[in-house]
């Protein structure tokens, strides 16, 4: 029997996912899979859990988490080779890149879409040795989510990150920054960059193709918008903002 092998992360967003495991199982036996499931208890269980690990039998990977959970899995997976679907459940914060692909935001409609199995492909970017997604950034705000409260992210949601990213503002300084790509260099000293292979950071959806974004942007950041290849890129070189 084919098999799905399920990763969750039981303290992503609100941690409601473990309440709608049992119908994740459902859902999927009944579409004649045999489901393994695995369940995270640190960052790295991403990794060592799928390292050398023999997929033979196994149709796709799911994961139930947030952004990080799903960046955590799409590196493990490309650093070990594994050629799978990867199927995402949006049980996380911000959940920008389900978002991104049009996942229903209800997390039993996003597994009653999944368990469809309809196939498509996504871009990944890659910076150094790092695989990304959605987003890849540095400088103002690129820690937040990383040093952030986990009790206060999940009390307060996207709320959290806006909190924890104003207080990064004063006294933030410029970082050089040293970007090569296929088209050129870009070297210089910003408070921010944004490498955006979606269309969404951090909760703020469509990001880079609103014009109220660019508005906002250049009202208080005065920023620099440039694209290269498919990506769109936001780099922040000046604050004109006062707090």
């Not at 303290?11 to 393994?36: H, S, T």
């Not at 206060?152 to 959290?160: D, E, I, R």
């Not at 660019?214 to 694209?227: C, R």
């Amino acid at each position: 029997m084919p098999y799905i092998q399920l990763i969750y992360n039981p303290m992503a967003g609100q941690r409601f996912f473990p309440m709608y495991l049992d119908r994740f199982v459902e859902i999927f036996q009944n579409k004649g899979y045999e489901v393994r499931v695995y369940r995270t208890q640190s960052a790295q269980d991403f990794y060592t859990y799928l390292l050398d690990k023999d997929m033979t039998g196994c149709e796709a990977i799911f994961v139930a988490g947030g952004d990080g959970s799903v960046n955590r899995v799409v590196n493990a997976m490309l650093s070990q080779g594994i050629d799978l679907p990867i199927g995402v459940i949006p049980a996380g914060t911000a959940n920008d890149f389900a978002n991104h692909i049009d996942l229903p935001v209800d997390q039993i409609e996003a597994i009653e879409c999944l368990a469809e199995m309809n196939i498509d492909k996504v871009d990944v970017g890659r910076v150094n040795d790092a695989y990304f997604v959605n987003v890849c950034c540095g400088g103002l705000f690129a820690n937040i989510s990383a040093n952030i409260d986990v009790d206060l992210k999940n009390t307060l949601g996207k709320l959290a990150y806006y909190i924890k990213g104003i207080g990064q503002l004063p006294g933030f300084d410029k970082i050089r920054f040293r970007i090569e790509h296929e088209d050129g260099i870009i070297d210089d000293y910003f408070y921010l960059f944004l490498l955006l292979n979606g269309s969404s950071a951090g909760g703020f959806s469509r990001l880079v193709m609103t014009p109220i974004f660019k508005m906002v942007l250049w009202t208080l950041l005065a920023s620099k918008l440039v694209q290269f290849k498919k990506y769109q890129v936001c780099l922040v070189k000046f604050l004109l903002v006062n707090i």
